[in-house]
């Protein structure tokens, strides 16, 4: 069964500065890639998402993530953080059976 | 409107008892899941349901018994509580087999004292 691991479960970055959450994954077919973010409280909203095609996918809040089939990795990056990007930051994989399975997450701290 | 809406919010009950948690989605999405929360922020899947049927059942205890009235709708009751049960359950939909990404709902949060 696919399965992610996210590497780092607490990264603290400053303000303005880049923020890169670590991700692999373990797939026997071509994945499905996702990630998402958690604010304190609330639900999960997907971030970005790699089907097919381009390996670099742009998402929302100027997020982006490169899928490297080599690497069997899907890192999440953004240029320059901002305060309100503190939150909990989940990778997932699905093999396209309905069945998606999610990372142990990595909380994001940004210091004024 | 809200995509993915789940009921209560909050639930707080003692061990022993038996409740239910609601949810139902408007997007016309063909199949519903339930997801469990730890303390730890830990993901772990429980049922998925593809149009009204039963696809995905973890190993989960069998006081846990989800419940699909029609595709929108995906129930899970729960018998006998214990204290471990206390999590955050998420609702989710998807269409195309996932690979859209799931919709999330808010949670529920059960605490079980």
């Known amino acids: 069964a696919q399965s992610v691991t996210q590497l780092g479960s607490h990264v603290s970055v400053s303000e303005g500065a880049l923020v890169l959450l670590r991700c692999n994954y373990s797939?026997?077919?071509?994945?499905?890639l996702f990630w998402y973010v958690q604010y304190p409280n609330q639900g999960l909203q997907l971030l970005l998402k790699?089907?097919?095609?381009?390996?670099l996918v742009k998402g929302i809040n100027g997020f982006e993530a490169e899928f490297k089939k080599s690497e069997t990795s899907f890192h999440l990056t953004k240029p320059s953080a901002h305060m309100s990007d503190a939150a909990e930051y989940f990778c997932a994989v699905s093999e396209g059976n309905n069945d998606m399975r999610f990372g142990a997450g990595t909380r994001l701290t940004v210091k004024p | 409107d809200t995509a993915v809406s789940q009921t209560p919010k909050y639930l707080v009950t003692q061990m022993g008892n038996d409740k239910s948690i609601k949810c139902e989605q408007n997007l016309g999405h063909d199949t519903m899941y339930w997801y469990k929360q730890d303390s730890k922020k830990f993901l772990k899947i429980m049922f998925s349901y593809n149009n009204k049927e039963l696809i995905i059942n973890e190993t989960v205890p069998n006081r846990f018994s989800p419940k699909s009235p029609d595709k929108a709708h995906l129930n899970l009751h729960i018998n006998s509580l214990e204290l471990g049960d206390s999590a955050v359950y998420f609702c989710?939909?998807?269409?195309?087999?996932?690979?859209?990404?799931?919709?999330f709902g808010s949670g529920t949060r059960l605490t079980v004292v």
């Open positions: 790699y089907t097919t095609g381009a390996t």
């Open positions: 797939s026997s077919v071509p994945p499905y």
């Open positions: 989710a939909s998807s269409q195309l087999q996932g690979a859209g990404g799931y919709t």
